[in-house]
C-alpha cells in the first residue's frame, strides 16, 4: 500500500463538527474508492471515483456524506455535523485501469467522535 | 444482494503446517477474485487476485477458484507466525465492478 496517502491518521471531532479525509492515490492512479470499517466489521464500500466524477456513490449515506476527486489535489471525503456512529477507520484505495480493479490501500484514517 | 461469506475463526494452524481459508460469493456472473491481509490496526494488502478457474501460486500462497461452486480458496504453505492476521476476500462482478468484501477470517499461526 506504499504510495496512497491518507491523512490525517488520526481525527477526533466532537458532535457537529465537520470531518474532511484527504486521500492522494498512487502515482498514475486516477480511480479511488473510498471505504469505511468498524471495529471486527468487514470493509464497507461508500464511494467510487475518477478524477472530477462521482462514478458510484451508491454505499454512502444521502445526508452529511460527500466525497470529491478534483482534477488537481487529493480526494476528499467530508462528513458534516459528525456524529458518534461515524466513529470508525476510513480506508481510500486507488488503481490504474478499471479493468483490473486490483486496489491498493492507504493506512488509513482513524476517526474518533466524542 | 451480493454477498461474500468467510468462516470469522479464528483458525489456528502450527507453525510450518497449510492454512486454508474458504470464501463463498452469491454472485454467479462474479469475475474478479482478490485476497487482502489486514493486520490489527493496519490497512489491507493484496496478496492475491485471480480471475480464471483453476490455482494460481506465487510464492506460498496459492489461490483455487472454482466458479461453478462460487467458492474461493487461499492457502498458506509453510506458515509463520507473521501470517498470524485477518484474510479479507473480495469479489467483483466484472472486472470494472466495485468489489464487494468478506468479514474475513482470523488466522492465528501458533509456534
Known amino acids: 500500500n506504499a504510495g496512497v496517502m491518507q491523512n490525517p491518521r488520526h481525527l477526533v471531532r466532537r458532535r457537529g463538527q465537520e470531518a474532511r479525509l484527504r486521500c492522494s492515490p498512487m502515482?498514475?492512479?486516477?480511480?479511488v474508492y473510498w471505504y469505511r470499517q468498524l471495529p471486527e466489521e468487514g470493509l464497507k464500500f461508500m464511494v467510487y471515483l475518477q478524477k472530477e466524477n462521482i462514478i458510484d456513490e451508491s454505499g454512502m449515506p444521502k445526508e452529511r456524506f460527500s466525497a470529491e476527486f478534483p482534477k488537481e489535489g487529493p480526494s476528499i471525503l467530508r462528513i458534516q455535523q459528525v456524529v458518534r456512529g461515524d466513529s470508525a477507520a476510513y480506508f481510500c484505495?486507488?488503481?490504474?485501469?478499471?479493468?483490473?480493479?486490483?486496489?491498493?490501500f492507504g493506512a488509513g484514517t482513524r476517526l474518533s467522535v466524542l | 444482494q451480493k454477498e461474500v461469506e468467510q468462516n470469522s475463526g479464528p483458525l489456528s494452524v502450527p507453525e510450518g503446517a497449510i492454512a486454508s481459508l474458504n470464501c463463498t460469493y452469491s454472485?454467479?456472473?462474479?469475475?474478479?477474485f482478490f485476497w487482502y491481509r489486514q493486520y490489527s490496526g493496519k490497512s489491507p494488502e493484496l496478496i492475491m487476485f485471480i480471475y480464471s478457474n483453476g490455482d494460481k501460486e506465487d510464492g506460498r500462497f496459492t489461490a483455487q477458484l472454482n466458479k461453478a461452486s462460487q467458492y474461493v480458496s487461499l492457502l498458506i504453505r509453510d506458515s509463520q507466525p507473521s501470517d498470524s492476521a485477518t484474510y479479507l476476500c473480495?469479489?467483483?462482478?466484472?472486472?470494472?465492478?466495485?468489489?464487494?468484501f468478506g468479514k474475513g477470517t482470523r488466522l492465528h499461526i501458533l509456534p
Open positions: 454472485d454467479r456472473g462474479s469475475q474478479s
Open positions: 484505495a486507488s488503481f490504474e485501469r478499471r479493468e483490473e480493479n486490483i486496489q491498493y
Open positions: 473480495a469479489v467483483g462482478a466484472n472486472r470494472d465492478d466495485k468489489i464487494i
Open positions: 502515482k498514475g492512479h486516477s480511480h
